[in-house]
């Protein structure tokens, strides 16, 4: 079973650091982009950035790039999604979700999604 | 960047209505088009690919259709468990794949 499974919720002040992960299972994890999607409190969905975990290339949404960094460690199929420097409007929820690298049809589409992560940043 | 431009925002709908979303494309996307349907307090799930064609599970009362840059969701008999928001997503312009803006659809 395709699973994403994604860390659990965080309160953070802002200034703070934080990383947040996401691990998959169930598939072949090098074969995936792992795209994140922000969700801001009664927003829509917004793209921020995906990785390929096979060679870490990454692809930024121009919006958050700079503001956040994306990682991944295949060896324990994990993809991390990181600030060094938290602001009050970085509070949402985060989801992670797989998009075939070499897609055709349905899998060029985000067909599994994490649970999400909620963080919160407030002083 | 495209924008996809989701309307209505939100539809207020009797269970048995037939509800109509739209997203239009700010330029060619050809198929490349996704809804997602969203239920409150989880994650976004793929309901139609390829603007037409409905994922695995997804009852038939659910269609998509495109129309150049214009594509459409149907819901052509609203049932209680359909009450959600739902998203559409291209996947034709890397590396950013827009979403459109979403449209709530509650009872009525």
């Known amino acids: 079973e395709v699973q994403l499974v994604q860390s659990g919720a965080e309160v953070k002040k802002p200034g703070e650091s934080l990383r947040i992960s996401c691990t998959g299972s169930g598939y072949s994890f090098t074969n995936y982009w792992i795209t994140w999607v922000r969700q801001m409190p009664g927003k829509g969905l917004e793209w921020m950035a995906r990785i390929d975990p096979s060679d870490s290339y990454i692809n930024y949404n121009p919006s958050f790039e700079g503001h956040v960094t994306v990682s991944v460690d295949k060896s324990v199929t994990t993809a991390y999604l990181q600030w060094n420097t938290l602001k009050a409007s970085d509070t949402a929820l985060y989801y992670c979700a797989r998009q075939a690298i070499y897609c055709s049809s349905r899998s060029c589409y985000l067909d599994y999604w994490g649970q999400g992560t909620l963080v919160t940043v407030s002083s | 960047d495209i924008q996809m431009t989701q309307s209505p925002s939100f539809v207020s709908a009797s269970v048995g209505d037939r509800v109509t979303i739209t997203c239009r494309a700010s330029?060619?996307?050809?198929?490349?088009l996704a809804w997602y349907k969203q239920e409150p307090g989880k994650a976004p799930k793929l309901l139609v690919y390829?603007?037409?064609t409905l994922q695995s599970g997804v009852p038939s009362r659910f269609s998509g259709s495109r129309s150049g840059t214009d594509f459409t969701l149907t819901i052509s008999s609203l049932q209680p468990e359909d009450f959600a928001t739902y998203f559409c997503?291209?996947?034709?312009?890397?590396?950013?794949?827009?979403f459109g803006g979403g449209t709530k659809v509650e009872i009525k």
């Open positions: 997503q291209e996947v034709n312009t890397y590396p950013v794949l827009g």
């Open positions: 390829d603007a037409s």
């Open positions: 330029q060619g996307i050809s198929s490349w």
